[in-house]
T-cell receptor, first 116, second 117 residues
């Protein structure tokens, strides 16, 4: 059973460009979560999505960041007009149902974003 | 408020030593779940264990064991006879049943474990 897939694994962007990070959840999982790991900090929740719905985006920066999980295809985390402070590792996790009941969030390998 | 504290930033041991990683959590919820994840040098996050607040039994899995104590709000992780391959950053995390996000894992800042041969 394939795990959570993220691509690209490494992404380099210049200031002002757009970054698109993709996440394919584990087979059978319909819940996707995005976390950001800044240097010297722990992991911080960004957004929680189900198919075609944003459930909780309380951790998303108010500007430049957006996320979607369409009916077909991977979840996308989009960062517009990147700045150097966006350089971080972005992790996607998935679960088959609300974690509070039975399931655990399983993480992908992450995308390392470097903004020059 | 919910919070996870891993007071040990870095630990260094010699192979075959036992090591305990501390985790203290704060939550007002009566139903919550605790997790440990491992992040090896390669960078991925590997799930190790999940424990719910109603189950205070300690757990052992090979060289790994976990001690959950509600009275002290702690969920400590012990590695017995450590090996070089155990070198990683270990994260403790908390999620509750309600309030704010339904899917928001609260992570501690992690403990970097170095096991030297």
């Amino acid at each position: 059973n394939a795990g959570v897939m993220q691509n690209p694994r490494h992404l380099v962007r210049r200031r002002g460009q757009e970054a698109r990070l993709r996440c394919s959840p584990m087979k059978g999982h319909s819940h996707v979560y995005w976390y950001r790991q800044l240097p010297e900090e722990g992991l911080k929740f960004m957004v929680y999505l189900q198919k075609e719905n944003i459930i909780d985006e309380s951790g998303m920066p108010k500007e430049r960041f957006s996320a979607e999980f369409p009916k077909e295809g991977p979840s996308i985390l989009r960062i517009q007009q990147v700045v150097r402070g966006d350089s971080a590792a972005y992790f996607c996790a998935s679960s088959p149902a609300w974690t509070g009941r039975e399931e655990t969030q399983y993480f992908g390998p992450g995308t390392r974003l470097l903004v020059l | 408020a919910q919070k996870v504290t891993q007071a040990q930033t870095e630990i260094s041991v010699v192979e075959k030593e036992d090591v305990t990683l501390d985790c203290v959590y704060e939550t007002r919820d009566t139903t919550y779940y605790l997790f440990w994840y491992k992040q090896p040098p390669s960078g991925e996050l590997v799930f190790l264990i999940r424990r719910n607040s109603f189950d205070e039994q300690n757990e052992i899995s090979g060289r790994y064991s976990w001690n959950f104590q509600k009275s002290t709000s702690s969920f400590n992780f012990t590695i017995t006879a450590s090996q070089v391959v155990d070198s990683a950053v270990y994260f403790c995390a908390l999620i509750s049943n309600y309030g704010g996000s339904q899917g928001n894992l609260i992570f501690g800042k992690g403990t970097k474990l170095s096991v030297k041969p």
